[in-house]
């Protein structure tokens, strides 16, 4: 999966700038729209990547320490979502994330211990299946004085109090973050071993040399621990997904966003696609994905084995419109899947405005399939009107 | 009949311009000053929030520990292991460019303080918050403040930080609208980030303050619970409104001050508007009387006169209002660099022209010459049909009024006196007193005058012959006129005797406790101005450079100093740590305690404090005084009050190793070094110097140097007063003249009478000069004692109730005799224009009409 703020070493601090400029409000307006919103796209398009280290070719896995940072790098990102119940059958989704901005390759001596070479962004979110209301949060820290960071092992990443952590014995991983009324304390076991993406591990972002990320998943982690919502403390067990990626690359060309999906399915597969989205609505033929079947073992989807169309949209009070059901069909692996998000609204409107929610997954074609998954859309509040009018309603 | 009414008085004024112009002026001066004084005392007030709202922004709370700082582990415990989300960390100081232009420098988290400061628009001109947060010396300032330093976005700027040079880098420029009204005094800000402020202020781990914002809710008040009870010792939680009106409070003892020296402006100009009113319906007697008799009512005279002062008092307050805004951009330079020089930085880049001000003003020019029209109008309220309100008649209900007069002066001088002495009572109700003293004076004159002249007519006899036994005796006859002039020009020269005893004892006082407190030969600091609330302890001179220079050959002795702001329940205070030997010692004289058992005590852990504070505080020897210490707040023992005129706010002053025991800071502020008799101290300043560091921003002043300083501040300070003095002696002085005028010219006919009788143009000048000389003189003579008593009221209660200081008294013949010669030479100069003009009296025109 190709994460938000995927660039620019200023992207997430340009998003600090806007914060800065956004007067008046205590804390970030959560739904204020546009003026909260960078464009994505700009930001991820021009990138000066001189003096950092580049994914150019496949490189040897080794975990646990890949869990943990690799510095050199200008964007890491740890990416966790997963669906889960609680005892009495109510539905949840999660996600939280922890991006890793380095500022400069080479940072100078500094005596000062808030002196960072690298600031921290994450995003927490809950969505409620019975209400249909979404939780999203937002952080910003730089990374000194143990106020974000990465460190082990045992590996973990933080920023202030969310956190996420290695746990050798059981090589699981626990996940902690809250906000007010909103609050998460899961583990995650992993069932199946590191999947890696691309060309092992080595997964093509643009044709330029080095315009790829180190990517690898763990596809499906079994889940068991607590949520809290509205002031009532839930049971609550499923099934998460984790993305890992570290690059310094950046979106080519006539590349707007893209679409991502990390679907577990009932037989035990797990199926992930990412999308690339050209500004003429076409398809970048770059766009790939994996499926993971239920003894681990992987194989690479290219972009032509996979197809996907929207059946349903959703616009934002601002007009700007997301899908949020599709027909995603694998022919050569027997799927013809039904997706659809368990809320319509699973915007994200801080810094950045995307869309990352919960969906579930209802079998059609011959075997019928369930199951549950993430979808992650972006680079849509940032076309156009005229544009989105021009296309056509099934890509 | 009313617009027969309006024209005979405007006939009157057009063809007396002169008098017209003066009441208009004298109206216009007194305005002017109020005005003038309210607008610099507004500009810099509001400067300085600004300048507070600037660094405080929306915080509700501040978590501060004085100016050894907060640790900044307290920081990451609230946010990482509390979850505090509404909290920033800030560190601040001052930065000097390279062209010598002060920067107050904010330290922020960017990450931390969209809730706080947003007006910070950094996004705009092309901020690169990369270089922002990873470049050495990255900083940000205004737009305007970049054109001014001539440098662009990246940039270099050389600049003095902590006293040592540094070279900072531009990299960005706060957006455009940051500069808007929302946000003023941005100018003087430099933003960097807390690593960088950290660096360049060389207080690497820790903190000024952390901002909190925690509202008056009950969620807000369980946060400050939960990060009270979290905080280390040291370290407190403070509103930050409290902090800011704190400091704001400081310089307002000083803003009353001024305030009250501009009322007494006012006042004289209140003389003179009663002056001209008077005389304006005097001179109209015969008119008026004739207006009685075809049918005017007395309530339509009345409203005649108090429309006219209306008239007079709104174009006076209209063109005071005017030369205020203009009188009020000088001042406000002046003000200024007082607050700079006795309380903290401020600099005003605006001159604020509050709404409120101008319409004080305006009302306070029409009120008070209403109420001096007041008499007047009562006067011609009383003039029958179809006579005149004689002269004669008028003088003699003077004589009959004058007992009452005095016994209302001395009723109201006793009055204000009692004013004075109540005890507790604050420095307005002492300014009261000041004023009702004045005009008890100002009462008690016409009599002062009666006797003053019987005194005198011997003498003027002797000296001008029976043209100066004639002058004399013209005084008391013209009382009605001759009393309210030299009752103006009193207060005028009363005003200016107060003020230069006021200053000559003040200066006098801190001139003396220099002498004795300087006794060392060189003083040694580290460089770093005290600012005020403002101060980090900032960098100071490291045991091991003390050491090296206690060792240097030339050195007798050493005596060392720290200076810092600490925490206390009364919001933070100087404390200045001692390491002083017998010599040392020698330099503190106590107001209070006695000093061999306070330096005992003081050895023992007790603490002296200076008068200021134990004026402000209530305390005294045995008293007691909370700090908060890095182990908490403690109590300390007062052991003894010292005289200190260094600092209106006062210090809190301790043993040395007593202070680096519990607040674990060993550095030194400043040096004190004594040199064997003979030696030679330049060149020993040299080895000081180099045996500090080379490095090091050093201040190294022999104590004359130290003494002429601070003289030259302490001259620097009143000179706004001598302005405002300056401004009561024009005012007064325009009412004398117009005064003198309106007499000699009232009396043209009586002088027609004796140039018919054979006096000659010379001698007819020379009596007017005479009289004016002889008012001028009275005027002189009286202003001593009302002069002497306002010094008094200065020294022993108002300064005492502003300050805190204890001052001697010192009453110098000089002022005494130029306070004479200003009045006497004021009439004279005045009176020239009158005595031209009645010496070229043709004796047929003024008696044409007899």
Known sequence: MIALPASRPVAPLGAALLLLAACGAPAPEPRTGRAGALPVAELLSSADTEGF?????????????????????????????????????????????????????????????????????????????????????????????????????????????????????????????????????????????????????????????GNASYYYSLTRMATRGTLRLGGRVFEVAGASWMDREWSTSA?????????????????????????????????????????????GSARELTSDEVRIFATRRWTAEDGVTYPVAWRLEVPAAGLDLAVEAIADDQEHRHTFRYWEGAVDVAGGGDEGVEGVGYVELTGYADVDVRARADQSPIW | MSGLLRRASRRHFTRHPWQLGLAVLGVALGVAVVVSVDLAN??????????????????????????????????RRLRRDLGVRAAAPVVEGWVVSGSGRVFQLLGVDPFAESAFRGYVGLRGEGLDLGAFLTRPGAVVVSAAAARDLGVGIGDRLEATAAGRPRTLEVVGTFAREASDARAPGLDDLMLADVATAQELLESVGSLSRIDLLAPDTPTGRELRRRVAAALPGGVELVAADARTETAAQMTRAFRINLQALSLLALLCGAFLIYNTITFAVVQRRRLFGILRAVGVTRRQLARLILGEALVVSLAGSVFGLALGAFLGRILVRLVTRTINDLYFVLTVREVTLPAGSLLEGLALGVGVSLLAALAPAG?????????????????????????????????????????????GAGLGLAFFGLFAVLLGFALLTPAAVVALMALLTPLAG?????????????????????????????????????????????RGTVDRWLSYSLPADLYVSAGVRPVGRYAGAGPGIEPAALARVAALPGVEAVNSVRQVEVESPRGPLRLLAYDLDARGREAFSFAAGEAERAWTAFDDGAVLVSEPLAFRAGLGPGDRIELSTFDGVRSFEVAGVTYDYASERGAVMMEGRRYRELWDDPQRTALSVYAPPGADLRQLAGEVRRSIGPDRQLRVRSNREIREESLRVFDRTFLVTGV??????????????????????????????????????????????????????????????????????????????????TLELGVTPAALASAVLLAVGAALVAGLYPAFKMSRTSPAEALRAE
């Open chain 1, 53 to 209: 280290a580049r994914a150019v070719e496949p490189r040897e896995f080794v975990f646990p320490g890949d869990h943990g940072p690799h510095p050199g790098f200008r964007t890491e990102w740890w990416y966790v979502t997963g669906n889960l119940r609680s005892p009495g059958g109510r539905r949840f989704g999660y996600q939280v994330t922890f991006f890793r901005n380095e500022l400069t390759p080479d940072p100078p001596r500094r005596a000062s211990a808030w002196a960072a070479a690298a600031t921290w962004m994450a995003h927490f979110a809950v969505v409620d299946g019975r209400t249909g209301r979404f939780h999203p949060f937002e952080r910003f820290a730089r990374g000194a004085l143990g106020l974000a960071g990465a460190a082990g092992p045992p590996r973990e990443v933080w920023l202030e109090e969310w956190r996420l952590e290695h746990l050798p014995e059981a090589d699981a991983f626990r996940v902690t973050a809250a906000d007010g009324e909103v609050g998460l304390d899961v583990t995650a076991t992993p069932a199946k071993p590191p999947v890696l993406q691309g060309d092992r591990g080595l997964s093509p972002k643009g044709r330029a040399p």
């Open chain 1, 251 to 295: 979106l080519e060309e006539g590349q707007v966003g893209w679409d991502w999906f990390a679907l577990q399915l009932a037989d035990g597969r797990d199926l992930m696609f990412y999308r690339l989205r050209r500004a003429d609505g076409t398809t970048d033929p770059i766009s790939a994905g994996s499926l993971v079947e239920a003894d």
């Open chain 2, 42 to 75: 507004q500009s810099a007030l509001s400067a300085f929030r600004a300048s507070s709202e600037r660094v405080t922004g929306r915080a509700t709370h501040q978590i501060v520990g004085g100016s050894v700082g907060v640790p900044e582990e307290t920081y």
């Open chain 2, 379 to 423: 006067e011609a309220l009383s003039a029958e049909a179809g006579s005149a309100l004689d002269r004669a008649e008028l003088e003699s209900r003077v004589h009959r009024l004058l007992p009452w007069v005095s016994a209302g002066g001395l009723l109201l001088g006793a009055a204000g006196a009692a004013l004075l002495l109540l005890p």
């Open chain 2, 462 to 506: 002797l000296l001008f012959g029976r043209l100066g036994r004639m002058a004399a005796r013209g005084v008391v006859t013209a009382l009605s006129r001759t009393g309210v002039a030299v009752a103006a020009l009193m207060m005028a020269v009363a005003v200016t005797v107060g003020v230069d005893l006021m200053i000559d004892s003040f």
């Open chain 2, 724 to 805: 405002l003095r300056l401004l009561a002696v024009v005012v007064a002085f325009v009412g004398v003249l117009s005064a003198l005028t309106a007499l000699q010219l009232e009396r043209e006919r009586e002088l027609g009478v004796l140039r018919a009788t054979g006096l000659t143009p010379g001698q007819l000048w020379r009596l007017v000069t005479a009289q004016t000389g002889l008012m001028g003189l009275a005027a002189g003579l009286l202003s001593i004692p009302a002069g002497v008593a306002m010094a008094t009221i200065m020294v022993r209660v108002i300064n005492r109730r502003s300050f805190g200081w």
